[in-house]
């Protein structure tokens, strides 16, 4: 069933009307909390979002925090899932046609590339380990004890490329608590999902947990022109699990080991491609850079056409090899805590990742092998941090040392493009960062406190290129800066704070992805840094509200914006020096409560525009940042009742994203119109039984949307949502726990 017009204008202005009437805000808990203590009408949540832990209301930060009911509510699956309900916040996943791809933009600051030459601008961590690439691994949300979204710069204590801001996911501790849990999904399109949990103590000093999950989705098209293919267009399949134990000797010292691994077998993500004719057809010059269908309808013999099928979820594509999509990743870490007296701590953080994945498209979309890219791709990296932190009167502090490296590659072969097959493209890069970071706060008075920190980070890179058809050539770059922050948060009363924070961030040059131009194109673009003002208020203003309001004005500088074209050997992703980026916005989020009904709200407003773009750049004055919706709207109602023998919970949940660009550059034909998804999740849980039966509904009216978009020149890509309505029953039970 289709939304009409008037549905989606009906649900718009009922989201505005809601959103005014409950004074939401950027920085608040999602639902629930992360700890039992209570603070007013509302529990109390915890973050860790400055590496210390304190209450969300006193973190001079805007960060939403989910608890595991509060995602389980939202029939929230996936990081992309998430990107639905924080405000100015943006998840696609582009990256080689790989539906393991997961990339974030908060702010108007995210990249959608996945090639090893680009880094991420929102940093994702787990328990602290910072996950260098963001395909191949599949950032599902089972076995958590949170999630915390931060947005701004986060150029101190979370550090690396992080100056869009960061995901931390915090999991569940082993011996925190004594639970079994199962949980079981059944649903449309084929989903069969289910996982098991166990977090148990073993001896008085020793405790272990342990997760496993499957995923299983069918696929949103077919693949017309491949006999008996490997997987369906869309189709989606993973396999995870994490291991984690930890010995407590004594009571000062503790030491924990985790091992995780999540391996997909995927479908290629839906897209489509059409070939663009200017009015009254091509130059000559530009039909003699051209080739096959292209030359022919630039001569003006064809209309413009689409190589999409009467369904654009079916795809035409004659490439068996680029039906199948697979992504595995594997780590280890290990955590060791350890008290020098009452107010010192040391703490190292270890960890080995490795992620690997296959996949690529063929651009042309048709049974022609014309334009076709297959593509493998590794990442392996090794991270180790020591803290310091501790406390002395007034203060409280948080110093360490950090280290990174990287080594990684993408692979294609056999590419063809323009019809001219078994082209090669390879590219390496290895990076390597040091960095040293120190925070200081202060308890100036019971109701003020001040708080600052800085980090020095030191950047080396090395990369190299082999396009095949010229010799193999590289280059090495090295970066260095000092970013800071500063902060005040006030407390008016016990329950609502103020706080203003200027932060500086940066992220190292990148090398350009897809340098056709060759050697001589091969250099580093300008680290980028960040500097953001932002002032908020949050807490409880009244008994039966929790909320957050933020404004933000952030400038960066040197921003490396990526446009798409076609060059004289293959596709190009040109990283043009685009000047000054300037975002302004408002973030909102709220959280009424009264009795047992209780209302979420959240709305980002942002105006994010390129200033001062360098002579002979793409872009121009004014341009939009790309992925950048000016307005995010999340409205979800939720009621309680008593049956008598249990209690059922009712929730539905509103997203709306704006507009937006799919390139910096603001081409019209890579323009992604705004999209309207509803949901919904009604649960029993009976009084005297540990298990709940849930009946749940995704993106209800079956919106089907664009999510990604390049203007390549002679044809534009267009990537599709693999999101369609889905409608299914979930069962958890639970021995122990609560």
Known sequence: MKMTNRAKNFLRLSAAALALAAV???????????????????????????????????????????????????NADSVIDIGKYVPNLTVTNFGAGNPSSQFPSIRGIGFQDHLIVIDPTVGVYVDGVYLGRQIGQNLGLANIARLEVLRGPQGTLFGRNSIGGAINIVTSQPGDEEVARFNGQIGTRGRIAGDAYVNTRLSDTLAASFSIGIDRRNGLGDFLNIPNPEARVGELQDISGRASIKWTPTDRLSIQLTADGNEGDNGQNPFTTTIVVPPGGCTPEQIADLFGPFAVACAGGLDPITSQSADPFDSNSGQADLARATNAAYGFSAIVDYELNDNLALKFIGSYRFSEYEGGLDDDGAELDFLSFPEIGEAEQYSFELQLSGKSGIFDYVGGLYYFNEEGFN????????????????????????????????????????????RYTDDSKDATANLGFAPPFGGSADFSEVTWEVSAT?????????????????????????????????????????????????????????????????????????????????????????????????????????????????????????RNVEPGSSLTNGDRAALTPRWTVAIGPQVAFSTGGGTVTARADYSYRGDLEGQPNNSPTAFIASRDLVGFNISYEPDDAPWTLSAYGKNIFDERYVQAALDVGPYILNILANDASEFGVKFSYEIGGK
Request: hydrophobic share 40%; no cysteine.
């Open 490 to 610: 006030y407390a008016l009363n016990d329950l609502l704070n103020v706080y203003g924070t200027i932060a500086r961030g940066y992220q190292s040059g990148q090398f350009p992805a897809r340098p056709f131009g060759g050697a001589a194109t091969f250099f580093a673009t300008d680290p980028v840094i960040a500097t953001n003002y932002e002032a908020g208020i949050k807490g409880e203003p009244f008994e039966w509200l929790q909320m957050s309001l933020a404004g933000f004005y952030t400038n960066y500088t040197s921003f490396p914006a990526q446009v798409s074209s076609i060059g004289p050997g293959g596709f190009i992703t040109v990283t043009d020096d685009a000047g000054d980026l300037r975002s302004i916005g408002v973030e909102w989020e709220g959280n009424v409560r009264l009795g047992a009904f209780s209302l979420n709200t959240s709305v980002g407003f942002i105006d994010s525009e390129f």
């Open 411 to 454: 692979f294609q072969e056999p590419t063809t493009f323009n019809g001219f097959g078994d082209g090669l493209f390879e590219q390496t890069q290895e990076t390597t960062s040091y960095a040293i970071f120190a925070n200081l706060g202060a308890q100036v008075t019971e109701d003020l406190r001040l708080a600052g920190g800085i």
């Open 24 to 74: 939401p805000a950027t920085v608040s808990a999602q639902d629930t909390a992360s700890e039992p203590e209570e603070a007013g009408n509302f529990d109390q949540i915890i973050v860790t979002s400055k590496r210390i832990e304190q209450n969300v209301y006193e973190a001079p930060v805007a960060v939403t925090v989910f608890d595991p009911e509060a995602l389980d509510a939202r």
